[in-house]
DNA sequence: ACCGGGATGTTCT
DNA sequence: GAACATCCCGGTG
């Protein structure tokens, strides 16, 4: 089956509903593809554990734009996480990419990513699916719907999510720790930890 | 296998 | 000055 392009009202739900739908999607940037494997939903300014959460901030402004649109931020001093938009304008709800399956450009991420043991660590965590997909602060704001030359955006190859996801709290927080808002593909090896 | 600590810099109190 | 939606490496068992 072709793969094709998720449109905007796929995104423009609840980013609690959006997470799992996410699952079995294909992340595409360049050369380089994924399936996505692991997510997890933050909420808006009622979620303590999200960006979101103090409200709109040079940093966060991605968050609260349109649904659909690519939020890359830059944590720990030397790492990028990407996540998608989700909801309405102005919600600053968003879905965290925590994890793919690698698919194609392997050579690629190989070479991004020199610590990378094996393929299975590639892009297994959420920064480490940004180093080797190259995705970075210059991507955040990009339109995944309508995106331009050198595109970054996620398609749908007809893999349907699956009918019972696992789920877990969500991981590394210190607030918002109680909300079971993680998914994941049960058994998946490229799922993170 | 598990555990502890260092890297590194932006954001916000 | 502290926190941070993380990762990697080197220790020990």
Redesign the pocket.
């Known amino acids: 089956m072709a793969r094709q392009r998720l449109t905007r009202g796929f995104y423009a739900r609840d980013s609690r509903d959006v997470a799992p739908q996410l699952l079995g999607k294909v992340l595409v940037a360049g050369p380089c593809c994924g399936r996505i494997v692991e997510v ?1 939903a ?1 909420a808006g300014g009622d979620d303590p ?4 959460h ?1 409200g709109p ?4 402004a991605t ?1 609260f734009g349109r649904p659909g649109l690519l ?1 890359v ?7 990028w ?1 990407a ?1 998608v938009v989700t909801g309405d304008e102005g919600d600053g709800q ?1 879905v ?1 990419l925590r994890a793919l399956a690698p698919l194609a450009g392997l050579e690629v991420m190989r070479a991004r ?1 020199p ?3 094996a393929d299975r ?1 590639l892009c ?6 940004c ?1 080797a997909l190259g995705i970075t602060g210059a991507d955040d704001g990009r339109d995944l719907v309508r995106p331009g030359a050198g595109g970054v955006w996620i398609g749908d190859d007809g893999m349907p999510p699956p009918a019972e996801p696992g789920w877990s709290t ?6 918002g720790v109680e909300h079971p808002w993680r998914w994941f593909v049960p058994g998946d090896p490229h799922v ?1 930890r």
């Open positions: 997890e933050y554990g999200s960006h979101a103090r901030t040079r940093r966060n968050m939020y931020y830059f944590t720990y001093g030397m790492h996480c996540n968003a965290l990513r610590a990378a043991r660590q297994s965590g959420p920064a480490r699916l180093q969500r991981i590394g927080l210190s607030k993170s």
